[in-house]
């Protein structure tokens, strides 16, 4: 259906979400229509706070808003959905708007296959009524279903609409850029080449992919690396689990500016902890550039400096190959933990592949080469 129609159908004045490429028709007409506008449309940093920002609306305007997300973000909604929004705590309506990766029978990366399975189940354990919406949905179909909700949200419940691959059509073309020159996969690059053969663990999304990739270029083993292909947010803790129960060796850690703010308080933790042989390395394009594009707020915020905030003892942020080779050797020659920005632009390869190794085969290789070492 268009994305228009369906917005229409709903009839909110407040949209609130994490971007997801299957929901790319809904945050491009968000982004062409309203932008980022506190009042209408805000991208936040990860799902349960977009749920308690929504929260935080009805509870103004006595309104009902809508949240977007990737149906890996149920969990990061479950705490609030079911300790806050619920009726037996505070009956704060809200429609959730889930694109359903993963989905039963449709071809889907591996991160996103148990999740596909119980997408539908998780709603309805946290008694969330659902309409899916697929390619042969009809408006009149969506328009009785939200008739249906109306009564469920009049109650103080939620109800969610989950988008199935390509259901949304009919988005403006919306295009994002920024000023900075060098590319992440440019970027990853010059860390492979300093790292040597040092452990590194990728963060979720094309990061990966890109360092699967250059490690094939390179003829080299996909054994120094954990690739999180899922889990957005949570790489720099992988990191640092490892880091601490192997503190003579070096551990790198790369990470997106959307996911080290999607669960940020990982920063303190690792600053509190000051593990000597960890190397933290936020690559900052400001946008959720794997799933389309949309900013963060990373492109206005001092990751530098909330790293030594957190404690890191050593931060510093570039924006050019000669500063990055320079952090880059500099943070491998210290003893101590280091945290790395590096300006990015947005885009990647048309043709950038994906990992052709199982996600068990990595974990397994990965392992093996950890215990190889001290």
Partial sequence: MRVDKLVQIIGADFYTGVPDSQLKALCNYLMDR?????????????????????AGYHLATGKV??????????????????????????????????????????????????????????????????????????????????????????????????????????????????ANHMTREEIIEHIVKVSGEDPIVSTTGKASRELFEIRERNGQSHKYDFLTVGSMGHASSIALGIAINKPGSRIWCIDGD??????????????????????????????????????????????????????????????????????????????ELCFIEVKCSIGARDDLGRPTTTALENKQNFMDYLNTLE
Wanted: charged share 20%; net charge negative.
């Fill in 34 to 54: 309203h932008a980022i506008d506190p009042a209408h449309h805000v991208i936040a940093a990860n799902e349960g706070n977009c749920t308690a920002l929504a």
């Fill in 258 to 335: 959307g996911a080290a703010l999607m669960h940020m308080g990982a920063m303190a933790v690792i600053g509190n902890n000051k593990p000597g042989n960890l190397i933290h390395i936020v690559i900052n394009n400001g946008a959720h550039e794997t799933v389309g594009g949309m900013p963060t707020v990373a492109g206005t915020t001092d990751l530098k400096e909330i790293a030594l905030s957190c404690g890191y003892p050593d931060a510093v942020s570039v924006s050019d190959p000669d500063s990055l080779d320079k952090a880059l050797i500099n943070a491998k020659s210290k003893k």
């Fill in 65 to 178: 808003p809508v949240v977007y997300m990737q149906n890996s973000g149920e969990g990061n909604i479950i705490n609030p959905v079911a300790s806050l929004l619920n009726d037996k705590v505070y009956a704060i309506p809200m429609i959730f708007i889930i694109g359903w990766r993963g989905e039963p029978g449709v071809h889907d990366e591996p991160q996103h296959i148990y999740q596909g399975e119980v997408t539908l189940k998780l709603l309805e354990d946290m008694g969330i009524e659902s309409f899916v919406i697929g390619t042969d949905t009809t408006d009149d179909e969506v328009c009785a279903a939200m008739d249906s909700f109306k009564n469920i949200l009049a109650s103080g419940r939620n109800v969610a609409f989950v988008i199935r691959k390509g259901a949304l059509t009919d988005a403006p073309k919306v295009e994002y850029t920024n």
